[in-house]
T-cell receptor, first 113, second 113 residues
Framework: QQPVQSPQAVILREGEDAVINCSSS?????VHWYRQKHGEAPVFLMI?????EQKGHEKISASFNEKKQQSSLYLTASQLSYSGTYFC??????????????FGTGTQLKVEL | DAGITQSPRHKVTETGTPVTLRCHQT?????MYWYRQDPGHGLRLIHY???????DKGEVSDGYSVSRSKTEDFLLTLESATSSQTSVYFC????????????FGPGTRLTVT
């Protein structure tokens, strides 16, 4: 079952902030965030692990609420280059490892001047 | 950028014909994955590999088979292509599990007529 992302789409003016949410019905081990520009491959942004460890982009922050199986990606002072589709990928505790991710359907973000 | 290539990059084939997509990596990463991406569905895992000759199914594996005879190559085969397999296929690699990101290849656009 895919995690649910919200919002599905958002339009920002340059400099504004945005929050993208990812919610799962399963107990999670990790949450990955990726950004994909049109016609390109997804690019890694962040990993958040059960227990609080994080790894990722310096200018992007995220949170992981293990009890609620939710993660949020925070984009502050948005730039034109932030435009793209953001995907969360979740690894649940029952998958037995292997970094097997289940991705959400994505959030389309557009930053305008 | 991680050294991942996919071939072919584009392919048009007829219903009922066999098709093989190739993923090649130069990073010596242990884990390799095949995803398909369709509008409204995000990325869905087809098969993955956790070592040479070690593979397992993902969430949408019906109609697909894989093989990995060398660390660097992961092949995805559609035994008898159907129109529902028209999609963009991405290969990804990961050094290990846990706090390791996945790096995606450039993708293969497959059209089954």
């Amino acid at each position: 079952q895919q995690p649910v992302q919200s919002p599905q789409a958002v339009i920002l003016r340059e400099g504004e902030d945005a929050v993208i949410n990812c919610s799962s019905s399963k107990a999670l081990y990790s949450v990955h965030w990726y950004r994909q520009k049109h016609g390109e491959a997804p690019v890694f942004l962040m990993i958040l692990l059960k227990g609080g460890e994080q790894k990722g982009h310096e200018k992007i922050s995220a949170s992981f609420n293990e009890k609620k199986q939710q993660s949020s990606l925070y984009l502050t002072a948005s730039q034109l280059s932030y435009s793209g589709t953001y995907f969360c990928g979740t690894e649940n505790l029952l998958t037995g490892g292997g970094n097997k991710l289940t991705f959400g359907t994505g959030t389309q973000l557009k930053v305008e001047l | 950028d991680a050294g991942i290539t996919q071939s072919p990059r584009h392919k048009v084939t007829e219903t009922g014909t066999p098709v093989t997509l190739r993923c090649h990596q130069t990073e010596n990463h242990r884990y390799m994955y095949w995803y398909r991406q369709d509008p409204g569905h995000g990325l869905r895992l087809i098969h993955y590999s956790y070592g040479v000759k070690d593979t397992d199914k993902g969430e949408v594996s019906d109609g697909y088979s894989v093989s990995r005879s060398k660390t660097e190559d992961f092949l995805l085969t559609l035994e008898s292509a159907t129109s529902s397999q028209t999609s963009v296929y991405f290969c990804a690699i990961s050094e290990s599990t846990g706090k390791y990101e996945q790096y995606f290849g450039p993708g293969t656009r497959l059209t089954v007529t």
